[in-house]
């Protein structure tokens, strides 16, 4: 009857495939939008095509990482310094793990989604647009 917390992690197919029942009610948030649209569809499309599953959020956040420093360092022609602040003033990004910003401190400013396990299914239960 007490509800269980976990991280992002969580929603990895081994979580269900290990705990198989136990796992129903496991919740955890994730920072990624509830339905992907336009290019980000686009990309989930080709993703799951090629690797026949749904990018979770680990290849979502791999994606944007690749293609936010891949656009630094080649705009900083490899210069370290000049990509870490590109990577910085990063604002408004849509992004294929969703919309975000990068703060002063290189965090990124994203809105999170609650998550749940239900019959060995990880379910959307509630979307938060801000952050």
Sequence with gaps: TIPILSVYEAEDPTVINTADHYANG??????QPKEDQGARAE????FKKIYQYDAR?????AYDATMLLTQALLQCRLD???AKD????????VGFSGNFSIDDEGAAKKAFSLK?????EFIFVETKETY
């Design 26 to 31: 496991l919740q955890f948030f994730i920072s």
């Design 43 to 46: 990309i989930a499309k080709r």
């Design 57 to 61: 959020i680990f290849e979502r956040n």
């Design 80 to 82: 370290r310094k000049c």
């Design 86 to 93: 590109a990577l910085y003033r990063t604002k408004n990004y």
């Design 116 to 120: 749940e396990i239900k019959n060995k």
